[in-house]
């Protein structure tokens, strides 16, 4: 029996483990790295050489340990130094999958390293798809390169996967996507590695679509028969891969739907498997302008899920995460998870890993994390490939859930039973973090955490029958639970009887203020009775029974339990009448805010319990569960009157519920605000103000002025702004202001007479207080133009008029002054019927321009008349003759200094 065993584990590290131990060691990015450890932890490699912006590769031994790595140009052993020959390779750091690391089979010592080049720059040249080979006996056994960059094809994509073609031969297919024929990339070359080497003549599957964007990520599904390529603008796509002949077929286009409100349009570069080959990762970008460049801050980007299942695929599409952020690759890890590398920009990248943490379930039950793995160096764009084999499906020896899983938590204390398919005949072979344990059933009984694998031969001599499982036990800490006294006011008052508790009060001191725990109630220490409402427990002091309390982790669910001891205290604190409040200004409803941490302080200081804690609550049945609580501020709803409920506490122990009395005063009923006028012409006369009051007698207030005074009314004889605090009885207050504006009876400062004119005017300028309307008579009292807001008369015949001013803001009076407006006759008829018998200035008087010398001129400029204004008018004649119709000529010199000359017309 030991030899069979013996034999099946050569088997099984050779035919079956190209394993996921292979896949254990990851250099990327900016000199990043983790392991994968066996007992499924995942440490940080902070020793790597590797900075390359997209590709790279790494390959392990089967128990794990590193041999080397590339970024497609530099090959590094697993001391972190440049292979001796290891330079030059073929490869590009910004080549999408620059390089893929391929075992020979049956040959542990001799790998292939494929890479794909790509040119960045017109002195760039790309030297396509090459192999070199790495023989791992030379330079003490830390490999060198003894072949290096054959070439295969000259021209390439960036793109290169690997797969298992059959456990019999081993052999393993290595495949890329180039030109044939055109420059346009069409074609998959299928190379297999088997046992005697390369065979350098692809198996080639063309296809009419013609994709020109060289970059994206080409993955086969870890089973083997699907491959999806991803080309950036020009498209994704899935195809058929049959692992016997290496043949491509049945080309299928998904199409990305997602975009950010149709501004930020994706196009696909990563892509991955779900181990069970049924679910498709895409993680997607947008292409910026040639202005927006690599500028972070118009980079986007997304992880897309697609259903292989689906009968439309591109439907099945499922957004699980869109954010600022570049486009970087997904990559299955040897513990069944799906790791995504994160950046800022082409140039910039992040010192994180999202996590897809279930990648076999749909939609977001695949449970995805954002940035979930810190890293202290810079993560880029691209993850090592690997032949993806290493990570086809493994047989669930868990059966926890309905849901697939390698993972295992139980609590401290625990065991398990892992269980295999029971298959008659079958030789398991059991191991615990990479070591062979002596069990050799189907199941197998756990108690310490680490990881557990099992393969399985059924002994029917087909090696693809064969099975292997594996689980990751993790052992989490059970909680600390404590013990803890409850105590609860009386419900009634009356000793005995039932009394209800809110046992949530109890949670903190039962985990002991730990956040991560929550508690459950039962009623037996077995717990299977629960508790159905632990915030309404109804408790018997009559025949007190315990609580029985199961503490648990919220996140592991591990539990402890402890004892929640229920007592019933009888002690009374007599019902407390808090301080009134006033009614608010401007709002006066009753409503008032009421500082309940000063009801404390009074409380504490009348029933000297300084030490107790108080809570305030609406109602009664609040108080009792202590539910709903009030916070410190507290604004009363029942308006004018109301009761609240205080719960005193000592050390979380009820001490006492009693009524807190609340009430607010009215504030008394005044007109706020009043407004009155002072003519300041009538001091020292006064006027009275008073303090406003409404439908009361001004005998119950107590009234202070501003001016000192307190009675109701006021005598006033100054303007200002006077105000008055209105006090009642219940020194509720409120304060009313009286303004008194000034006014008074206008100044005239000046009167603007524009005469002599075919517009005469008249424009009065005026100061003062008041506010003031004009109105003009004439020299007999007779109105002109009544009482108006504008101080301009306009149209003004000569004459001698009175301009009147009077104050319509408070009618502080009235004042006026005369004004001449001078004209000159055109016309005179000296018929002695007594009317136009002389001719004389218009608008001068004894008062206006009485010294004002007027000259009348015949035609011929003789002097016939010198007169003033207080001398009548010329009468026509000359040395007492009456002279003929004519036209005479007049020069006017008024007493002002203004000087008029024009004629007129004497007509009998």
């Not at 003519?679 to 009361?696: E, F, R």
């Not at 007027?854 to 009468?875: H, S, V």
């Amino acid at each position: 029996m030991m030899k069979k065993i013996a034999t099946l584990l050569i088997f099984f590290n050779t035919c079956f483990s190209f394993s996921q131990s292979e896949a254990s060691n990851w250099f990327f990015g900016d000199n990043a790295g983790i392991r994968f450890n066996p007992d499924g932890t995942i440490s940080e490699l902070t020793n790597g050489r590797l900075s390359t912006t997209e590709g790279c590769a790494t390959i392990s031994d089967a128990n794990g340990n590193l041999l080397f790595y590339t970024d497609g140009v530099t090959v590094w052993n697993k001391n972190h130094a440049a292979m001796p020959n290891g330079f030059g390779l073929y490869g590009d750091s910004s080549s999408t999958q620059s390089a893929i690391v391929v075992p020979q089979p049956e040959n542990p010592d001799i790998y292939y390293i494929f890479t794909v080049d790509t040119s960045v720059g017109r002195n760039d040249p790309d030297y396509g798809f090459n192999y070199s080979i790495v023989d791992m006996t030379l330079d003490s056994g830390l490999g060198n390169v003894t072949i290096k960059n054959s070439r295969l094809l000259s021209n390439c994509s960036e793109k290169v996967t690997a797969v298992v073609k059959d456990c019999v031969s081993q052999s393993i297919w290595v495949i890329t996507f180039a030109p044939d024929r055109t420059e346009f990339i069409d074609t998959f070359y299928a190379y297999e590695v088997s046992t005697t080497g390369l065979n350098t003549t692809p198996v080639k599957s063309a296809f009419a679509t013609d994709i020109q964007d060289k970059r994206g990520y080409l993955k086969l599904s870890p089973e083997g028969t699907k491959l999806v390529c991803a080309n950036g603008q020009y498209g994704l796509f899935l195809y058929d891969f049959d692992k016997t002949t290496g043949i491509v077929s049945n080309e299928i286009p998904i199409n990305i739907n997602f975009s950010l409100n149709s501004q930020k349009p994706q196009v696909s570069y990563g892509a991955e498997f779900s181990p069970s080959s049924e679910l498709l990762y895409i993680t997607s970008y947008y292409e910026t302008t040639e202005e927006e460049g690599f500028n972070p801050i118009y980079q986007y980007g997304a992880l897309l899920q697609y259903d292989l299942t689906a009968p439309n695929i591109s439907a099945s599409e499922v957004v699980l995460d869109h954010r600022q952020t570049y486009r970087g690759a997904l990559q299955l890890g040897p513990n069944g998870k799906i790791y995504r590398t994160m950046n800022r920009s082409y140039n910039i990248g992040l010192p994180y890993l999202s996590v897809i943490n279930t990648p076999n379930n749909k939609g977001t039950a695949c449970n995805y994390t954002h940035s979930a793995l810190q890293l202290s160096r810079n993560g880029r764009q691209g993850l090592p490939p690997f032949i993806t084999s290493f990570f086809s499906q493994k047989i669930d020896i868990i059966g926890y859930s309905d849901t697939f899983s390698i993972e295992l938590e139980l609590c401290e204390n625990d065991t398990y039973t892992l269980k295999a398919p029971e298959i008659p005949g079958a030789t398991y072979i059991w191991s615990f973090n990479g070591q062979e344990i002596s069990n050799t059933d189907y199941f197998l009984d756990v108690n310490e955490g680490g990881v557990y694998n099992v393969f399985i031969d059924p002994n029917t001599g087909e090696c693809d029958k064969t099975l292997e499982g594996v689980a990751n036990v993790i052992y989490n800490e059970n909680p600390v639970a404590y013990d803890y006294k409850l105590t609860q006011c009386d419900e009634d008052g009356i000793q005995g009887g039932f009394t209800r508790f809110n046992l949530n009060e109890a949670t903190s001191y039962l985990t002991g203020n730990n956040e991560n725990l929550a508690v459950k109630f039962y009623l037996d220490a077995s717990l299977t009775l629960p508790v159905a409402t632990p915030e309404d427990f109804n408790f018997d002091a009559d025949t007190p029974q315990p609580v029985y309390a199961k503490v648990y982790n919220k996140n592991t669910e591990c539990f402890d339990i402890s004892t929640l001891t229920l007592e019933v205290s009888l002690t009374q604190i007599p019902d407390f009448t808090a301080t009134p409040q006033c009614d608010e200004l401007n709002s006066e409803d009753g409503l008032n805010t009421f500082y309940l941490n000063d009801i404390t302080t009074e409380l504490q200081t009348t029933n000297n319990i300084l030490s107790s804690s108080i809570t305030y609550y609406e109602t009664y049945e609040d108080a009792l569960l202590e539910q709903n609580r009030l916070n410190s501020t507290y604004n009363n709803t029942t308006p004018y009157n109301q009761t609240i409920y205080s719960r005193i506490e000592n050390d979380n122990s009820c001490f006492g519920i009693n009524k807190i009395f609340l009430s607010v005063n009215k504030i008394p009923e005044v007109e706020a605000e009043d407004y009155r006028l002072y003519c300041l012409n009538s001091y020292p006369q006064t006027i009275i103000i008073d303090a406003g009051m409404v439908n009361d007698n001004s005998d119950n207030y107590t009234y202070v002025w501003s001016t000192g005074e307190t009675t109701h009314d006021i005598a006033i004889n100054q303007p200002g702004i006077y105000t008055v605090v209105i006090s009642n009885a219940a020194d509720c207050s409120k304060e009313r202001t009286v303004t008194v504006e000034a006014s008074n009876i206008a100044t005239i400062d000046n009167i603007l007479v524009k005469d002599a004119s075919e517009n005469n005017t008249i424009t009065t300028v005026v100061s003062g207080e008041g506010l003031y309307e004009f109105a003009l008579y004439d020299d007999n009292n007779i109105l002109v133009t009544d009482y108006q807001e504008s101080n301009v008369f306009t149209n003004i015949r000569a004459g001698i008029y009175k301009v009147y001013i009077k104050d319509v803001k408070n009618d502080c009076g009235m004042v006026y002054q005369s004004v001449s407006v001078i004209s000159f006759p055109k016309v005179f008829t000296p018929n002695n019927d007594g009317f136009n018998d002389t001719w004389q200035v218009y608008g001068t008087s004894d008062m206006f321009q009485p010294n004002s010398k007027i000259q009348i001129f015949d035609r011929y400029g003789k002097l016939l008349k010198e007169l003033t204004p207080l001398n009548g008018g010329w009468d026509g004649s000359f040395n007492g003759k009456q002279l003929p119709n004519d036209d005479y000529w007049f020069f006017v010199t008024l007493q002002d200094g203004r000087i008029f000359k024009d004629h007129f017309t004497l007509k009998r």
